[in-house]
């Protein structure tokens, strides 16, 4: 049997071959960015979900026998080029490139497929350096490839007889003398003959260069463009994004250490509440997966908190118990994020995790600071003081003269019965060891069980008793029911008769108003 020799079925299709590779290492490199994407989200979320996002979307059984070809291929152009004694070093670099790059991919898979939920970030942390590595190195690769399509110095590889075009003389042996001496005429003259030689490639093959140019800017122009402006976009405030088949908003997000009363929450930690606006654009009824959401700075990630925290926070965060959205439905909602208390207020930015499309959605929040409480002066009374909780609610309240001290105060109350409903006046006594407070109001919002309400949640007695000592008290109804009428009743100690100051203080989030009293 007659066969053809391989290096003659080889410079026939030598152009053939690496425009063959070159697709293949282009599908290869396209999927190393999407390994490396999802090798770093998984650092920065820490979760794998193996049902609805396996590794098997991103190292797939055709990346392996892509890679496997490549290595095939390189390995055989190595071995041929080598027998011949041509320039085959150069093939060594691909070769191991994607011998590697099968043997990452191979192990990043097992990683994954046996990931029990302990988070290795050691581990983690070599795969996302190598697989960088892995993107950045293919780079060369391309251009080595665009060569040889191109057919450049392609006549050397005269293949037409077994005669070796690199020979071996006895002139190749004999002793030469170095000069060390730097010539910089010599140097200059080879850059210029460098540079002249490159020039007569150049026009010789103008159009096919400037055609790959032209090709590679748009290619490269475009995948940039696509990457910041479509992929990933940061979006801003009050700016709506579609993701998991809902249409999301963001509206406005504050950092805080502090509850509503301008307490202290936790040492060393701190909250950054976002609110955002959700439409559900499905036919049917859902529940939306907050745990989708995560506020981040750096490599700090924290997700929505709200049923632990949601209490401290009822100034600024609309309560939810269960959040379900019908059909086509829009609700407003607030997330809470617990964060360490060391870091930059500026420096969060909110994610959306897109299960669709397997991405991380940006939201540049810049945070409203609200943890430091100002001072609004002493007010006296009859003065008025003017709030906005950032839930949204305005209003004004005026505390008047005169006050009241006692130990029996008389008020109105609703009294129903058989349906028939009247005005009635009731009586409550001071408790042992305490007096009640009575003091008018003038309020457009507060109302009867509102004024309560509002007096236990911002409201403080300060004063100053007989004996020097600085005395600060919660303030407290002394009525247990609602009541008609612009008044006050408050429980007091009973030694706040003798009081050298009192005053009353409210702390609405990060706005204190004091009133002095006494």
Known sequence: MIIKKPYQIFIKNFKKIHIFLFVLCAYAYMKSISISSFVK???????????????????????????????????????????????????????????????IAYATSSYFKSYNGVFDAATIRIYRDMFIMIHLSQLPIFVLLF????????????????????????EDQEEIEININFDKHSVIRLYKRILREASYVYEEHKFIFNTIALILFLIIFGKVSYYYLVENKAYKLESSFNANNYTIKVLNSYYTAKD????????????????????????????????????????????????????????????????????????????????????????????????????????????????????????????????????????????????????????????????????????VHAEEGEKILTMKYGSNYLEGKEIIDFLYDYGKINYIDSNNKSRVIRLENAIGFSYYGKYVYIKVPKDIVDAKTIKLTFTIRDNKYTYKIK
Request: glycine share 4%.
């Open 41 to 103: 989200e998984f650092m920065v979320l820490g979760t794998y979900d193996a049902s609805s996002e396996p590794i098997t979307m991103y190292i797939t059984p055709l990346l392996y026998i892509s890679l496997i070809l490549i290595v095939i291929t390189f390995l055989g152009l190595t071995i041929l080029l080598r027998y011949k004694e041509k320039p085959w070093k150069i093939y060594l670099y691909p070769l191991i490139g994607y011998a590697v790059y099968l043997l």
């Open 147 to 170: 060569i040889r399509i191109l057919g450049i110095d392609l006549n050397k590889f005269d293949f037409k007889n077994d005669e070796d075009y690199l020979e071996l003389g006895e």
């Open 260 to 427: 509503y009363k301008g307490d202290v929450i936790e040492r060393h930690s701190a909250f950054v509440i976002t609110n955002v606006e959700i439409t559900n654009n499905r036919t049917t009824r859902v529940e939306p997966d907050l745990s989708k959401f995560h506020m981040m700075s750096g490599i700090t990630n924290s997700t929505e908190t709200k049923k632990m925290y949601a209490t401290q926070f009822k100034d600024m965060a609309n309560p939810y118990d269960t959040l379900r959205l019908e059909a086509k439905e829009t609700k407003k909602l607030s997330l809470i994020f617990k964060v360490p208390a060391n870091l930059n207020p500026k420096s969060f930015s909110l994610y959306y995790q897109n299960s669709l499309k397997d991405k991380l959605i940006k939201v540049k929040i810049n945070n409203i600071d609200v943890n430091v409480v100002k001072e609004h002066g002493i007010l006296k009374l009859d003065e008025s003081i003017n709030y906005k909780l950032l839930n949204g609610r305005e209003d004004s309240l005026t505390l008047e003269k005169p006050y009241l001290i006692e130990d029996i105060v008389k008020y109105n109350a609703k009294y129903c019965d058989n349906g028939i409903c009247e005005i009635v006046y009731r009586t």
